[in-house]
């Protein structure tokens, strides 16, 4: 890490040498409030571990105890994660302006997490507090009041040593804004390890939507290395800080395309001082029936179709029947009698309020008992409560509901439709044709819906259904990433959990790679239940250097969709495109090579390849990670093209990229996720031609 240095572009020899002979006190200065900061910190940590310790004591009762423990575990969870790392990034300098307003002539630090001193005042503000905005959007055009922009520098290794500082002066009055080098070594750092939070890099473009309002619902269509997913993570930490009270019911939920995406991310929310939020993969939140059959193509692509929402709808509703006679209900010496007219009328009434299909028969009920409850006040009676429930449950009434409004589970529903085909037709008349129907229906039926074997895309079915009978519990705000490659059917099982509240979705229309993959935003939104989110376009790429996206941006107008090409802001990195005589033998000499070099590295190739090459490179002895296990500390990791996505490796080695377009129907789409995974270098092998696009 560079030494202290002073940024100011304008600054004369004479004051320029003042400043050189001040830094050394000024470090030493740096220093003891590191030394503070780290100090308080532990006092805040004995603190909230001391109140763990006592709560119960001072609980007025079991639950109030229960919940307070749960509290101050939590916050003591927040405090040691990462104690050891930088306690902050930053500090503004506020000068004597009047757009200084209340904070003329301060100094804040600023950090992941608030930290107080013995009497409560702050030593390091969060990143999130209204004050820190500055930090990011204040430019010499536009100062925001603050005179000095400072930034640390620091070791990688823990505890954090301070290693340096780079101050930027803003009232200087010149118009030229300062590329910060501690900011490019933060970016350009090797990455080893799970996904890091920006706190200390987020641009400017990037903070308008971190600090989005919570009732807002944000598309980012980002390039590669635009930082998209980062933005994402960090609006969640910031929702969660900014609304806490409002962020209690339903919370946060991340939704990631696959388990290894997750593992990548699941360090950055902890880091910021959030460890409650819920992060899941959609197989996850649709999950509950195992899946133990596969679809065939042509089946999956009609399951994932819109179309298959309105056919589901119908195959409910289609249960609901007529009443053919009156109810009559014993009830002692009495008999209540209920005449069809009566039933019809209420049939009717609660199908068109359109309820879901379990809370409509509930209604149901309480209409049938409300009339049976006249009929006895006709009688001068007074039913009380125990009399209201017995009605409710007695078997005419039930009998009633079973024939007019019969309940049923999902299972039941789609055992029903996909094994009769009668009921598939009747519910899919001028929706799906005879063929589409015919890939749908099952060719051998389950004894019972509890023995049917389900596929991935039935599961997504199940939860239709599911949602149709009753409401699931919701999340006030989700962060869906990768959402370019969510089916229809997908998007609204994510919009029925965000029902009342915002969605941050997250997503390249470059990179979609599924046979649903979607082509613009706005039908995707629709589908996600948030028509009217704004699309922000990311297209600076901040990990991807300038030579790894020239390559892969000639893919593009292959594609077919429009998205701006990802323009990098980065100088450095490197490329070599090699044909080879031997790739197995190839790839083991490119691994070993940039064992030598610092940062994580991923060989990706077609799946049907990826066993053959790994065994290749752990003969040559070289241990290599398996994508979906946790080996934490291998720098080497092996993984199949299909799995690349959203993460990314210091020095990439792609082998015969012409295997992995030809593996799938969007085989180009996929080489460009692979392409751009790598944030150093980039190696690509290959025996037989390059796909056109790339030669040359």
């Given amino acids: 890490m560079a030494p202290p240095t002073s940024a100011h572009p304008t600054m004369p020899a004479a004051a320029l040498a003042e400043e050189q002979a001040r830094l050394p006190a000024a470090l ?9 900061a780290r100090e308080a910190l532990a006092r805040m940590l004995d603190t909230a571990r001391l109140r763990v310790a006592t709560g119960a004591s001072v609980a007025g009762d079991r639950y109030t105890a229960e919940t307070l423990g749960r509290m101050l575990k939590s916050h003591v969870k927040e405090l040691t994660e990462e104690p050891d790392g930088p306690l902050y990034f930053g500090r503004l300098w506020f000068g004597a302006s009047p757009a200084a307003g209340e904070h003329r002539d301060e100094r804040y630090y600023l950090g992941r997490r608030h930290i107080t001193d013995e009497s409560g005042q702050p030593i390091v503000i969060d990143w999130r507090a209204p004050v820190s905005r500055a930090f990011y959007r204040a430019s010499t055009r536009d100062p925001l009041g603050v005179r000095e922009r400072r930034r640390y520098g620091w070791t990688g290794r823990h505890p954090a040593e301070l290693t340096g500082f780079e101050d930027e002066r803003l009232d200087g009055g010149t118009s030229v804004d300062v590329a910060s080098r501690l900011v490019a070594a933060e970016i350009e750092r090797p990455r080893i390890g799970p996904m890091r939070d920006i706190v200390a890099t987020i641009q400017p473009e990037q903070d308008d939507l971190v600090r989005a309002d919570l009732d807002r619902s944000v598309c980012v269509q980002g390039g590669p290395g635009s930082g998209k997913t980062a933005v994402g993570l960090h609006r969640a930490a910031y929702l969660l800080y900014t609304h806490r009270r409002q962020m209690k019911r339903g919370g946060v939920l991340v939704v990631g395309p696959n388990p290894a995406f997750l593992r990548y991310i699941s360090a950055v929310l ?116 125990a009399w ?80 149709l009978l009753d409401h699931p519990a919701g999340h006030r705000h989700i962060v869906v990433d990768e959402a370019q490659d969510l089916s229809p059917m997908q998007c609204r099982a994510i919009a029925r959990r965000s029902r009342h509240g915002s969605l941050t979705v997250l997503g390249d229309l470059a990179q979609g790679t599924t046979p649903w993959a979607a082509s613009d935003w706005p039908d995707q939104l629709a589908h996600l239940g948030q028509p009217a989110a704004t699309v922000v376009p990311l297209t600076a790429g901040f990990r991807v250097p300038a030579v790894v996206l020239e390559l892969a941006n000639r893919l593009l107008p292959e594609l077919g969709v429009r998205v701006a090409p990802t323009r990098s802001v980065r100088t450095d990195g490197t490329l070599r495109v090699r044909a080879v005589p031997d790739l197995a033998t190839a790839t083991t000499e490119a691994v070993g090579a940039a064992l030598g070099l610092a940062g994580s590295i991923g060989v990706i190739a077609a799946d049907t390849r990826l066993p053959r090459l790994t065994e290749a490179l752990r003969s040559a002895g070289i241990a290599v990670a398996d994508p ?43 080489l460009y996720v692979v392409l751009t995974r790598a944030v150093s270098r980039l190696d690509v092998l290959h025996q037989r031609a390059l796909p056109p696009a790339l030669r040359g």
């Avoid at 009434?349 to 009929?375: C, F, K, T």
């Avoid at 029903?416 to 598939?424: E, I, K, R, S, W």
Wanted: hydrophobic share 40%.
């Fill in 628 to 670: 979906d296990a946790d080996d934490e500390g291998v720098r080497v990791t092996a993984l199949p093209a299909s799995l690349a996505k959203g993460l990314e490796y210091d020095h990439v080695i792609v082998v015969e990229p012409a295997e992995i377009v030809e593996a799938e129907p969007r085989g180009p789409h996929r």
């Fill in 28 to 36: 030493a200065e740096e220093q003891a409030r590191l030394a503070a």
């Fill in 388 to 467: 209201l429930r017995r009605m409710a449950r007695c078997r005419p009434v039930t009998a009633f509901l079973d024939e007019v409004w019969p309940a049923t589970r999902p299972e039941e529903l789609l055992a029903l439709l996909f094994g009769d085909p009668t009921v598939l037709a009747r519910a899919s008349a001028g929706v799906l044709d005879a063929e589409e129907q015919a890939v749908l229906r099952w060719q051998g039926r389950p004894r019972t819906a509890r023995t049917a074997a389900w596929t991935a895309a039935d599961r997504v079915l199940l939860d239709e259904v599911a949602g």
């Fill in 270 to 385: 902890p880091a910021l001082g959030e460890v409650d939020a819920l992060q899941q993969t959609l197989a996850e939140l649709v999950g509950g029936h195992p899946v133990g059959a596969t679809d065939s193509e042509a089946a999956a692509t009609v399951k994932h179709d819109p179309r298959m929402a309105g056919v589901l709808h119908r195959a409910l509703y289609q249960r609901i029947g007529e009443p053919t006679g009156p109810l009559v209900v014993p009830d002692g010496s009495y008999r209540w009698r209920l005449p069809v007219e009566w039933l019809r009328r209420i049939v009717t009434q609660v199908r068109a309020e359109a309820p879901p299909y379990a809370i409509g028969r509930e209604r149901l009920r309480s209409r049938v008992v409300g009339l049976l409850q006249r009929r006895a006040e006709g009688r001068a009676e007074t039913p009380g409560g």
